[in-house]
């Protein structure tokens, strides 16, 4: 299991527990972690790796399928698996903030991101670069802009992961899930296609050389002002928006 799902399936705070479950797994789920149509792990196996009792997982996937985010199957083959929901439009969701919510998000993000690339270029292995990279090379190929937003989110994840910080990596998640697609959503509105890709492939690929670099001043400052950037197109978007 590679890191980044380690961190999903790593014991949950002990506070709030179902809410604490629900949240993790959703999260996985929005940020494509967790595939559609893949099967979760016994009721029994999965309660073990979140360090809950199987009563609270139960009610945390009951939940889950309100939400349509699980569909549970009986009998031979049977199980718990995941059905990832249409996307609300993040115009939509992008209206529901206000602009200085926007900004505390943003730098709460940047922090995260930063500290995040940090220690990756501390910590990393040549193991941990190889999904950086094959990220970037995957990005450079795509076109279709869904493909290229979850790549995009797939990246910071791994770089999280790199850290070798299963607590930075599940605050990556979260960001991911609830940012993520707001972030995108700035980049496509303010600088189209080509001027946003070749932006953000010269952003992510300083950010990957400087942690195979293992300098984590410039991988902390290049994370962070990238974050950063998109927030503040984000935040013209969003006056743009309620004009």
Same mark, same amino acid.
């Given at each position: 299991?590679?890191?980044?799902?380690?961190?999903?399936?790593?014991?949950?705070?002990? *506070?709030?527990?179902?809410?604490?479950?629900?949240?993790?797994?959703?999260?996985?789920?929005?940020? +494509?972690?967790?595939?559609?149509?893949?099967?979760?792990?016994?009721?029994?196996?999965?309660?073990? #790796?979140?360090?809950?009792? *199987?009563?609270?997982?139960?009610?945390?996937?009951?939940?889950?399928?309100?939400?349509?985010?699980?569909?549970?199957? #009986?009998?031979?083959?049977?199980?718990?698996?995941?059905?990832?929901?249409?996307?609300?439009?993040?115009?939509?969701?992008?209206?529901?903030?206000?602009?200085?919510?926007?900004?505390?998000?943003?730098?709460?993000?940047?922090? $995260?991101?930063?500290?995040?690339?940090?220690?990756?270029?501390?910590?990393?292995?040549?193991?941990?670069?190889?999904?950086?990279?094959?990220?970037?090379?995957?990005?450079?190929?795509?076109?279709?802009?869904?493909?290229?937003?979850?790549?995009?989110?797939?990246?910071? $994840?791994?770089?999280?992961?790199?850290?070798?910080?299963?607590?930075?990596?599940?605050?990556?998640? #979260?960001?991911?899930?609830? $940012?993520?697609?707001?972030?995108?959503?700035?980049?496509?509105?303010?600088? +189209?296609?080509?001027?946003? *890709?070749?932006?953000?492939?010269?952003?992510?690929?300083?950010?990957? +050389?400087? $942690?195979?670099?293992?300098? +984590?001043?410039?991988?902390?400052?290049?994370?962070?002002?990238?974050?950063?950037?998109? *927030?503040?197109?984000?935040?013209?978007?969003?006056?743009?928006?309620?004009?």
């Amino acid at each position: 299991m590679n890191v980044a799902r380690h961190a999903v399936f790593s014991p949950v705070d002990s *506070t709030a527990r179902v809410d604490a479950v629900v949240r993790r797994l959703a999260d996985a789920i929005a940020v +494509g972690l967790l595939a559609d149509g893949e099967q979760l792990p016994s009721e029994a196996e999965l309660a073990a #790796r979140l360090g809950v009792s *199987t009563v609270t997982l139960r009610e945390a996937l009951m939940a889950l399928r309100q939400q349509g985010m699980v569909e549970t199957r #009986r009998g031979r083959g049977g199980g718990s698996f995941v059905r990832v929901p249409s996307e609300l439009d993040p115009g939509v969701r992008l209206l529901a903030f206000a602009v200085d919510e926007l900004r505390d998000l943003g730098d709460h993000y940047a922090a $995260i991101a930063g500290a995040a690339a940090r220690l990756a270029a501390q910590r990393s292995l040549p193991s941990d670069l190889a999904p950086l990279w094959r990220s970037l090379d995957e990005m450079a190929a795509a076109s279709e802009p869904g493909a290229l937003r979850r790549l995009d989110g797939r990246f910071h $994840i791994e770089v999280a992961a790199a850290s070798q910080s299963a607590r930075l990596t599940q605050e990556e998640i #979260r960001l991911q899930a609830d $940012i993520g697609p707001l972030l995108w959503l700035s980049h496509e509105a303010l600088g +189209g296609h080509d001027g946003m *890709t070749t932006e953000m492939a010269a952003q992510h690929q300083a950010i990957a +050389g400087a $942690i195979q670099r293992g300098d +984590g001043d410039q991988a902390r400052a290049v994370a962070e002002r990238h974050v950063l950037d998109a *927030t503040e197109h984000l935040i013209e978007l969003r006056l743009r928006l309620q004009e």
